[in-house]
């Protein structure tokens, strides 16, 4: 059974960080791009960062670029997203995704999804 389970959410302070993990199963996750989104309450799912296949390139929306920092761990079949100088507008649930093929950051291009993690930053 193909699956990803994202972990490492929780309340943070303005200007803290927080690690989020994106463990995959049943499938190698270094053959694909996987990509993290988030979605706010009332807003759209937003494409924030990707992986391309064995790690060869990287693309971070413009609202977390600078501050995100998207890695894999081959060894453990995980992705990681560091997020360093959050801000209240970063809360929101953050998802993992497995891509048909390409780094992209639009959802049309994913076809598998973890549950989501929750990630909220405030004082």
């Known amino acids: 059974q193909l699956q990803l389970v994202e972990s490492g959410g929780g309340l943070v302070q303005p200007g803290g960080s927080l690690r989020l993990s994106c463990a995959a199963s049943?499938?190698?996750?270094?053959?694909?791009?996987i990509g993290w989104f988030r979605q706010a309450p009332g807003k759209e799912r937003e494409g924030i960062s990707c992986t391309s296949r064995y790690g060869r390139s990287s693309m971070y929306a413009d609202s977390v670029k600078g501050r995100f920092t998207i890695s894999r761990d081959n060894a453990k079949n995980t992705v990681y997203l560091q997020m360093n100088s959050l801000k209240p507008e970063d809360t929101a649930v953050y998802y993992c995704?497995?891509?048909?093929?390409?780094?992209?950051?639009?959802?049309?291009?994913?076809?598998?999804w973890g549950q989501g993690t929750q990630v909220t930053v405030s004082s």
């Open positions: 049943g499938f190698t996750l270094d053959y694909y791009g």
């Open positions: 995704a497995k891509s048909r093929n390409y780094c992209s950051l639009y959802v049309s291009e994913y076809n598998l």
